[in-house]
């Protein structure tokens, strides 16, 4: 059991994270972790009580959709989120490479954060619709640029992005022993201490495979994904998203 891939993840990640970046492992485990993510949270979605998923939903609205929907939509939309933010990451990460930590840090934030808050304006704002759209094509070229400046690194930034679905295959499966006795509570206390620990895991892969520091690397690692989370909602924004695909793919 020691050398079984989704344990090796969650208590040797050095191990693990050291295969990754020297190219000893390859594509099957990672990507089979994320399809196993992408099951369960679809799975949970479509069939467990609503009240349950109201209650640990965190203030979004309602979830309509059956398992098959929620699993091809969290595959292809879960894809594309992950490559986007490693993208993303492998930008931060270069920013943040050399200079002073200090100067540099407020980059990467400041970016995510006009990106999201010009997308919540844009929802009372139906007449900057235009600015929107170039908006979202500059977030995406500039993460396709990014990964291409980073492509020895982005592969393996990727395989490790995949390889922490396992967490939230944890996640679900807790979920799975809460529902029957209506352990709401418990179950989101036990998702975000998870989610801490898949942050921390995230940093620790990112400094493994891009030789950063473990400062520089959690200075790239936070920005990374709340910008992946605000494009996310930027897509949604402009309707190229249900707001079923976006909760799955916070919940992922």
């Known amino acids: 059991m020691k050398d079984f891939f989704p344990l090796k993840v969650l208590i040797r990640p050095g191990e693990v994270f050291s295969g ?36 640990t939903a965190a203030g979004l609205p309602p979830t309509e959709g059956t398992f098959i929907s929620y699993l ?15 993208a993303l990451l492998a930008g931060f990460c270069s920013l943040l490479a050399g200079g002073r930590l200090m100067l ?48 020895a690194a982005y592969p393996a ?16 499966l807790l979920a799975a022993a809460a529902i029957p006795v209506g352990a709401a509570e418990l179950y989101t206390t036990a998702e975000y201490a998870l989610s801490a620990l898949a942050l921390v895991w995230l940093v620790r892969a990112c ?7 473990g400062a520089r690397a959690a200075a790239a690692v936070v920005p990374a994904l709340l910008g992946a989370a605000a494009f996310a909602f930027s897509l949604l924004t402009l309707g190229l998203i249900s707001p079923e695909v976006f909760h799955l793919l916070l919940m992922m």
Request: charged letters at 5%; hydrophobic letters at 65%.
């Open 157 to 172: 930034l990727l395989k490790a992005f995949f390889a922490l679905s396992v967490f939230s295959a944890a996640a679900d």
């Open 20 to 55: 990754i970046a020297a190219g000893r492992t390859g594509w099957a485990w990672p990507l089979g972790l994320f399809a196993l993510s992408v099951l369960s949270s679809a799975a949970m979605l479509a069939w467990a009580p609503r009240v349950f998923l109201a209650a």
């Open 72 to 86: 091809l939509s969290g595959l292809a939309g879960g894809a594309l989120f992950s490559a986007f933010s490693c």
């Open 104 to 151: 540099r840090v407020p980059l990467p934030f400041a970016a995510a954060a006009l990106y999201g808050f010009f997308f919540l304006a844009l929802r009372g704002a139906p007449g900057l619709r235009p600015v929107g759209w170039a908006a979202l094509f500059a977030a995406a070229a500039l993460a396709i640029f990014s990964a291409w400046r980073l492509r």
């Open 207 to 213: 400094a493994a495979v891009t030789g950063l520091s």
